[in-house]
């Protein structure tokens, strides 16, 4: 994405798009839930799925490590190849959980700059996060997944962000099947809402782009889920934060073109 990347260019983008999210005028076309023409999916043993974001690297870290906690709660078993340069890890977030003695344990984590994309070995789920520059690694993984997950933080220039990395990865077929997980503030309806407006300004004949769900943002979150470093589906599971993660992950199940398989 370096040859669009300059900052004159940016603030342009940034600027035509504004209106998505700046204001409160009807979108300049009918929402829609999902696009026709997605490319065929790659052939593969267990689905791929792709963790992208515009920039909040914990978000993408986050919902990778609680989706994944909670297929594995269903006894699937995963491989999880974390970016590794930010803090939190995916691995720290599920440190407390993951049980590394087990001779099979359900999830396994390494590191996506140096695992090999077409690997996975007899898991049923492979999940990756790749950071928003797109470095060189992240394009064979981009090319084995059959879904890519982009998280949008709350913030107006982040989601005017977001909305430009994914018509970037659309215009690029750098994806093939895409969903979309908002935050919002407990209650809003924005996510969906602003979502309606990312499809809505799509280019007609898109692939497929699906709303997984919101995850709203209560403060419960803040206070102790995220500072705490403890899987909300696991610690938590009577918060609002596990039960819109579960509803993700579900969302996320129906989308695949394979289901996996169940130990």
């Known amino acids: 994405m370096t040859e669009e990347s300059s900052p004159g260019r940016e603030g342009r983008r940034l600027k035509d798009f504004a209106h998505l999210f700046l204001g409160s005028g009807t979108p ?4 829609a839930e999902g696009r026709a023409g997605t490319p065929a999916a790659a052939p593969g043993d267990h689905p791929r799925v792709a963790f992208l974001d515009a920039g909040e690297g914990w978000l993408r870290t986050f919902l990778a490590a609680e989706i994944a906690a909670h297929l594995a709660q269903e006894k699937h078993r995963l491989l999880v190849a974390e970016e590794g340069r930010l803090f939190p890890t995916i691995s720290g977030h599920l440190g407390r959980w993951l049980d590394r003695t087990a001779p099979t344990p359900p999830i396994e984590v390494v ?13 049923d789920w492979t999940f990756v996060e790749i950071p928003p520059h797109l470095p060189g690694w992240s394009r064979p993984w981009l090319a084995r997944a059959e879904f890519t997950l982009v998280a949008v933080a709350e913030k107006q220039i982040d989601r005017i962000r977001a909305f430009q990395l994914l018509k970037y990865l659309l215009g690029r077929e750098l994806c093939r099947r895409t969903g979309v997980i908002m935050t919002e503030a407990p209650g809003s309806g924005r996510g969906r809402r602003d979502f309606h407006r990312f499809t809505a300004a799509l280019p007609q004949g898109s692939p497929e782009t699906l709303f997984l769900g919101a995850l709203p943002l209560e403060p419960l979150l803040d206070r102790e889920i995220l500072p705490q ?22 969302a996320l199940r129906r989308a695949l073109p394979l289901e996996p398989q169940v130990c």
């Open 28 to 31: 300049r076309s009918a929402p």
């Open 111 to 123: 590191r996506a700059e140096s695992a090999d994309p077409d690997g996975g070995g007899a898991r």
């Open 229 to 250: 470093r403890k899987p909300a589906v696991i610690w938590f599971p009577e918060s609002t934060t596990a039960a819109a993660l579960v509803r993700a992950a579900a």
